[in-house]
């Protein structure tokens, strides 16, 4: 039986990175496949870093078209292939926001013959893109994103940064937002996430204002695969 | 304000709300749909109106109509969708109706492509529509100058009643860069006495009309040399200009938006091998830095300068005008959407010394 990671989110906030990091690191251990269900945005999408995939060994299925430079909003029959029987680890990198998340909503039924367990829906939140903000505008995109998504989210995923400026500061105000959203909720912390400087300067500022464990939860470090800084636009081209 | 992980369509987006941008209206284009997308979920949260308009053509006419009701007011579309709307925007310029037209190019002619060009310098600068007008043309070489340019632009485009057009491309469209929020620049709403909201009969304020149609000659006249006498003080007073390291140089290198920026990556390799080049990156389109840049060029000091777009050579022309054969002005660049690399600029540089 597979397990299954559904990354939802606001745009921008860092679930492609955080799915093909899992992916990424998941192929090491077994099968894992990766579903890119971004059909609203032609660029950052995890199809992007198709070449990283294949050289992990992790089976990308993504939208008809997708990095072909046309937009076509239609998803591929093969998506059902996620839900066959099988081993390993399976990763649903959504589009943002709501708009984003409807594009999930339709394999509901497929979801739904899933044991609990196995099924993990992250929101994935960084209090420093403009849409998901504060615990006031995360709560409500939580909502939206849930609604259209017709997915309950099992876990939160602190993801706070800045791009290149990130500093583990930005770690602790998302550590804020997650734990509002989290005690208002009861939808449990899964973790936080960072590069590993980021996450080791994150644990000082944990024993120095003792944070509560359970609104960290795991340390998920990761490597940045999807960032397109400056330098990566010149020779990459959009 | 802490800094913010913002898209430069966002970012755009939020800083016009912040210039007191209150109306919005546009059709879907890529790549600049994340500004009409960001409008539409807060320009509601601010008392504004957003609404996505059947064509180009009528989300251009309902800037026209807002503008003439006094209103802050944006449209953005990239270049198809800005030939779609030249119409509109020479209509807006002969009713002297202040707007803001943002343009993410993309590669071109026709449909073209979806990736960042400069294609359309002649679009912005040279007319775009019919009839002798003009726009006022900022292009911006980052996310945060565009952020810094919203409040001016809708300020300059009150103050002279005229269309103002940000010139951008895919790549500030679609980067994500940190940027800081506060950085708007002071706005300044001014009295719009000329703007039809509503004629009282009997009351103190004459009626208004918003009009580009003059049918006697005489007319058509009056309205021409208003305009041109207006244009003239534009041109004397907003050029703008960043001139990086061109005193004493050897060669200058002459770029706008995004690709400047490479540029300025390039005159610092090339200061590494003890080459000194200098970059002047017109900020103005429209008006264009004609003595700044001629004042760069003319030095002793200058062998040659080259001018890298990605176009097939288009805001050359206006570099050479200003240059006027004292200097040689070398072109570099290709249409479609083919950005160089730093390096293969200053290769370019090194081959011309060799020369």
Known sequence: ?238 | MAKKLMKGCEAIAEAAIQAGCRYFFGYPITPQNDIPEYMSLRLPQVGGCFLQAESELAAINMVYGAAGAGARVMTSSSSPGISLKQEGISTAAAAELPCVVVNMMRGGPGLGNIQASQGDYFQATKGGGHGDYHVIVYAPSSIQEAVGMMAKAFDVADEYRIPVMILADGLIGQMMEPVDMDQVGEVHLREKPWAATGYVPGGKKPRAVINSLYIETEDLDVLVSRLEARYEVIRQKEPMIETYKTEGAEYILCAYGTVARVCKAAVRILEEKGVKVGLVRPITLWPFPYDKVREAIAQESVKEALTVEVSSGQMVEDIRLAVNGIKPVQFMGKGGSRIPSAEEIAERIMEMRRA
């Not at chain 1, 860092?14 to 660029?43: F, H, Q, R, T, W």
Request: charge should be negative.
């Open chain 1, 1 to 238: 039986m597979r397990d299954y990671y559904v990354m939802l989110g606001g745009f921008g906030s860092g679930k492609s990175e955080l799915a093909l990091n899992m992916a990424v690191n998941k192929a090491a251990a077994g099968d894992c496949m990766l579903v890119d269900l971004d059909v609203i945005n032609p660029y950052f999408r995890s199809t992007e870093r198709a070449d990283v995939l294949e050289a992990a060994g992790v089976e990308l299925i993504s939208p008809p078209y997708s990095m072909k430079k046309i937009e076509i909003m239609s998803l591929s029959p093969r998506v059902y292939a996620a839900f066959a029987p099988g081993e390993g680890t399976v990763f649903f990198d959504v589009g943002g926001d709501h708009v984003g998340a409807v594009a999930i909503g339709q394999y509901k039924p497929n979801f739904m013959k899933l044991p609990p367990e196995k099924l993990n829906v992250l929101f994935v939140i960084n209090p420093r893109r403009p849409v998901a903000a504060d615990f006031e505008s995360a709560s409500a995109l939580l909502e939206k994103i849930q609604g259209v998504s017709r997915l309950q989210v099992t876990g939160f995923v602190n993801n706070a940064n800045l791009a290149e400026e990130t500093v583990p500061e930005h770690l602790l105000e998302g550590y804020e937002v997650v734990k509002q959203l989290s005690e208002a909720t009861g939808i449990p912390v899964w973790g936080t996430c960072g590069t590993q400087e980021i996450l080791d300067g994150f644990e000082k500022i944990v024993a120095e204002k003792q944070l509560d464990e359970r609104f960290i939860g795991r340390r998920y470090p990761i490597r940045i695969l999807m960032h397109r800084s400056w330098d990566k636009f010149l020779t990459e081209g959009l």
